[in-house]
């Protein structure tokens, strides 16, 4: 089978595509034909050494969909050919997956493999955090990097819940983030942003921030309303800056809630989330926009979105 590896830490080039043995499914296990995996941010991170504990050689790929090729010694509830999807702890960019059985997730028949990992870490991300920020009708929700794979779900997923959304991103971007349904789009990169945002929420302020950027100067916290949620997702390390002592009043004053999200800290929330997700996407309520690419370019992918260059979902294809 084929893998994705990395000898040692740093930028897209140290990705090399590797012929290793097809593995054996062990007891309570599935070996899975990987037919698409996704690329996120953590992939990136992890290859740069920014992730805490992570060690050289690597195997990159959190999330996959896929074929059961062969059931492991006491599995009885999946068979050869079922479609299925899956959350690893890494080695997600292979041709062939080991996948615990009670960590299956089953893929309805309605759903390709491709949309399902696309829908899978990204889609989930998006309506939890909506959900644990507590989006209603009426809210304000100011989604940064709303051309990504989270932020494009996000955007849309506020929508079909009622709420006025707010998306950031480049320029260059406006016009498939207004496409997914924003209300309005500022470019994040142009000086005093906050204030068109401003004029737009007036003096409730957002009632939902979704930041995949972890800068804790933004200028969006002065935006936020009262009981607003700020909800940190991402990390990126060139944008790391703690959060200034004046700040702290003003959200005390306000009751603002500033949150850190993990999405393996919420695996509670998978089924039901997952239904209505699945059930969006079927429906054509939510659109899905991807990039895809052979495994052998997963360098070339990484170079593209870590220059933000993409919109929608990365996947590699084996």
């Not at 800290?265 to 939510?286: K, N, V």
């Amino acid at each position: 089978m084929k893998i994705v590896e990395g000898a040692k830490f740093g930028g897209a080039g140290v990705l090399e595509l590797k012929e290793v043995p097809s593995p054996v499914p062990a007891k309570d296990s599935l070996l899975v034909d990987v037919k698409a995996a996704g690329v996120n941010y953590l992939d990136l991170a992890t290859r740069a050494g920014f992730l805490h504990g992570a060690t050289a050689p690597f195997r990159l790929g959190f999330e996959v969909a896929g074929v059961v090729k062969e059931v492991g010694r006491g599995v009885t509830t999946w068979k050869p050919g079922d479609a299925v999807a899956a959350i690893l702890p890494g080695g997600g960019y292979a041709s062939q997956v080991l996948v615990p059985a009670s960590g299956a997730i089953p893929i309805p028949k309605e759903v390709s493999p491709p949309l399902a990992a696309a829908l899978l870490v990204q889609g989930l991300t998006a309506f939890v955090t909506l959900d644990v920020g507590k989006v209603r009708r009426g809210a304000n929700v100011l989604v940064s990097a709303a051309a990504g794979g989270v932020g494009a779900l996000a955007v849309q997923m506020a929508k079909l819940q009622g709420a006025t959304v707010i998306g950031l991103a480049s320029r260059a971007k406006h016009d498939f983030v207004r496409k997914n349904g924003a209300d309005h789009v500022f470019d994040y990169r142009s000086a005093g942003w906050s204030s068109s945002v401003r004029e737009v929420v007036g003096d409730r302020g957002v009632d939902l921030f979704l930041d995949s950027i972890g800068d804790l100067q933004t200028e969006a916290a002065g935006l936020l309303g009262a009981g607003a949620h700020w909800m940190v997702y991402g990390s990126r390390a060139e944008s790391q800056r703690p959060l200034p002592a004046e700040a702290l009043w003003p959200m005390i004053e306000k009751n603002v809630t500033l949150r850190g999200f993990n999405l393996l800290g919420s695996a509670e929330h998978f089924p039901r989330a997952l239904g209505q997700i699945f059930d969006w996407a079927t429906s054509g309520r939510l659109k899905v926009e991807t990039r895809t690419y052979p495994l052998a370019q997963a360098p070339l992918a990484h170079e593209r979105f870590e220059g933000r260059e993409t919109v929608g979902k990365v996947l590699l294809i084996p």
